[in-house]
Structure formats: C-alpha cells, structure tokens
C-alpha cells in the first residue's frame, strides 16, 4: 500500500498531542525516510486539561507550553514536514459543535491539499477521537471536486482496545503496514519526549507495550513489526 503514498501529500488528523505517533509514528518516519512523501499533523486539542475537575487553560499554562514543545521534539525524531496545532478542550470535544470541528479539518485541507488522510478509528472509546473521525468523514465528502483518494484509520493505544467487549464498533484492520526496527525505535523516542503521556509498563503507552503491539501485528503478516490501519475509502 506504500507505492500508493511515494511522492504524495499525507494529512494526519489527531485529537490529541501523542496520538500521532501511537496511532502510526513508525509508518510516518518510513514514509518520510523511505518515500518522499510529504506529511502534515494536524492536531485539535490540547490534550491535557481534562485531568483537573475543571479547565481553567490559565492554571495549566506552563504545562501547555511544555505539551507543544514536546510536540515539536517529537516531529523531529518522527521527521515529518509540517504541523498545525490546534487549542480544542481536552475530552471535551463533545461540547464543540461538530461543524466548528469540521471547519477546522476543511480548512487545514484547503490550505494542505492532501492525497491522503489517516485519522482516528471511529469506535474509538474517547470521545474526542470519535469526534475527530467524523469530522475528517463530514469535511471530505465524496462529492465531484473532492481530491482526497483515500481514508485510513488506526488504532490508538489506551483508547481503541478500551472499549466495551460488546461494542460493534471494534477495530478490524484490514490493512498492516511493514515497519522496520529503526522506524519503531523513532516511534518510541518521540513518545518518550511526551512527558504528559508517556507511562511505564504494562501501560499501553509504555515503551515495551508499543514495541509489543508492533510484534503483534507484525506476526499476523509474517514480518517482525508492523502497523495496522482501516481502509475507510480509497479511490484511483
């Protein structure tokens, strides 16, 4: 599926600063490193002030700061070109009106003109990813003068798998992207920059549960590490 992003323009649109890299770091630095591709992250929210009993952005001032630097730290290790970052409140981006969301991710895709998009899993259990899926859906509607060729989703570690057992909405790759050991050890240090996100094992965020997560679905196509992703829509 590679040859189909060689030389194109690629837009990841995230909630929340980490979700880049847990979702496809280790696919964003081959696609850079290995296919010239050009990428652009998107991230909406801010990521952190949901964990206080109110927002209040002023109290979390210096920690916000912190949360974009880290961002930036990240791009570096990862090497992705471009990056918009967005101040949405964090695990609540079911109080935003859909459309103002939707205005967002239209205008980032005006301004980047994108081949192709990768974005949250829709079944995700937090909210702000469902929310960040139908948006990217909403604001790339199969009409005739849309120049978007393909949506992917992935899996977000810590969200996607936390769902309820009896959910419908699971994630069911369909497409595993071959990452190699350099790819994922990028991956793994851009996480670790996140000072907020990153945890220690057996968290889903740890570094051994990445490199886990890589193995296992490298083992479902018989390579040593890879990533997984939902074809959404893919056209010539």
Same mark, same amino acid.
């Not at 206080?52 to 920690?63: I, M």
């Not at 695990?91 to 009106?97: E, H, L, Y």
């Given at each position: 599926?590679?040859?189909?992003? /060689? $030389?194109?323009?690629? =837009?990841?649109?995230?909630?929340?600063?980490?979700?880049? +890299?847990? %979702? =496809?770091?280790?696919? =964003?630095?081959?696609?850079?490193? @290995?296919?010239?591709?050009?990428?652009?992250?998107?991230?909406?929210?801010?990521?952190?002030?949901?964990?206080?009993?109110? /927002?209040?952005?002023?109290?979390?001032?210096?920690?916000? *700061? *912190?949360?974009?630097?880290?961002?930036?730290?990240? @791009?570096?290790?990862?090497?992705?070109?471009?990056?918009?970052?967005?101040? +949405?409140?964090? $695990?609540?981006?079911?109080?935003?009106?859909?459309?103002?969301?939707?205005?967002?991710?239209? !205008?980032?895709?005006?301004?980047?003109?994108?081949?192709?998009?990768?974005?949250?899993?829709?079944?995700?259990?937090?909210?702000?990813? @469902?929310?960040?899926?139908?948006?990217?859906?909403?604001?790339? /509607?199969?009409?005739?003068?849309? $120049?978007?060729?393909?949506?992917?989703?992935?899996?977000?570690?810590?969200?996607?798998?936390? /769902?309820?057992?009896?959910?419908?909405?699971?994630? #069911?790759?369909?497409?595993?992207?071959?990452?190699?050991?350099? $790819?994922?050890?990028? *991956?793994? !240090? %851009?996480?670790?920059?996140?000072?907020?996100?990153?945890?220690?094992?057996?968290?889903?965020?740890?570094?051994?549960? =990445?490199?886990?997560?890589?193995?296992?679905?490298? #083992?479902?196509?018989?390579?040593?590490?890879?990533?997984?992703?939902?074809?959404?829509?893919? *056209?010539?």
């Amino acid at each position: 599926m590679l040859e189909l992003l /060689r $030389n194109k323009k690629v =837009l990841v649109v995230v909630a929340h600063p980490d979700d880049e +890299l847990l %979702g =496809l770091g280790g696919t =964003l630095n081959k696609l850079v490193t @290995q296919y010239n591709s050009t990428i652009k992250v998107v991230i909406l929210g801010e990521g952190i002030t949901s964990r206080s009993d109110e /927002r209040n952005p002023e109290k979390w001032e210096n920690e916000l *700061k *912190k949360h974009r630097s880290n961002i930036k730290s990240a @791009q570096q290790t990862i090497g992705y070109q471009e990056l918009s970052i967005h101040q +949405l409140a964090d $695990n609540r981006f079911d109080s935003v009106d859909l459309l103002d969301i939707v205005k967002i991710v239209e !205008k980032e895709k005006k301004e980047f003109s994108p081949d192709y998009i990768f974005t949250h899993h829709g079944g995700d259990l937090n909210i702000d990813h @469902q929310r960040t899926f139908e948006a990217v859906i909403t604001a790339t /509607r199969p009409m005739e003068n849309e $120049n978007v060729k393909g949506i992917f989703t992935f899996e977000t570690p810590s969200g996607t798998e936390w /769902r309820a057992s009896s959910d419908p909405k699971h994630f #069911i790759p369909n497409v595993f992207i071959s990452i190699s050991e350099s $790819n994922l050890a990028s *991956k793994i !240090k %851009g996480m670790e920059f996140y000072d907020f996100e990153k945890r220690p094992f057996p968290h889903p965020r740890s570094p051994e549960a =990445l490199k886990i997560v890589a193995q296992r679905y490298g #083992i479902q196509v018989g390579v040593n590490y890879a990533e997984a992703f939902m074809i959404i829509r893919l *056209k010539d």
